[in-house]
């Protein structure tokens, strides 16, 4: 199961590079570090705002008897801050790699 969840981890990497690439062609490497910033942005905040569980369980099982089971986790400041910066640097970097490579690649032409 880790390696399906690393290929999808590795497939969102390189949509996020290749949509930087792609945009960068066609609106400007400024352009594309700012508007891939503020999806990153977007993106690594709702993450952190998800981030902590409120599972409730009940069993309304009249032979066992009712069960009810509530678990809450709420992650400190400092969890969500990780957290954010975490989303962003995982993000954000293939955004820097795919507007940069298109510079290099003119350069070599």
């Known amino acids: ?3 399906v969840s690393l290929l999808i981890f590795a497939y969102i990497i390189y949509i996020v590079w290749k949509l930087s690439y792609d945009a960068r062609a066609k609106i400007g490497l400024k352009k594309t570090l700012f508007q891939g910033f503020l999806w990153c942005v977007g993106v ?32 400190t400041n400092k969890q969500r801050f990780t957290n954010f910066a975490y989303y962003m640097m995982i993000l954000y970097l293939p955004v820097i790699a795919g507007a940069i490579r298109i510079i290099r690649k003119k350069e070599e032409a």
């Open 44 to 75: 690594a905040l709702f993450a952190t705002l998800t981030l902590g569980t409120h599972i409730e369980n009940y069993d309304d099982d009249p032979f066992y008897g009712k069960g009810e089971t509530i678990q809450d986790y709420e992650p």
């Open 1 to 3: 199961m880790k390696i």
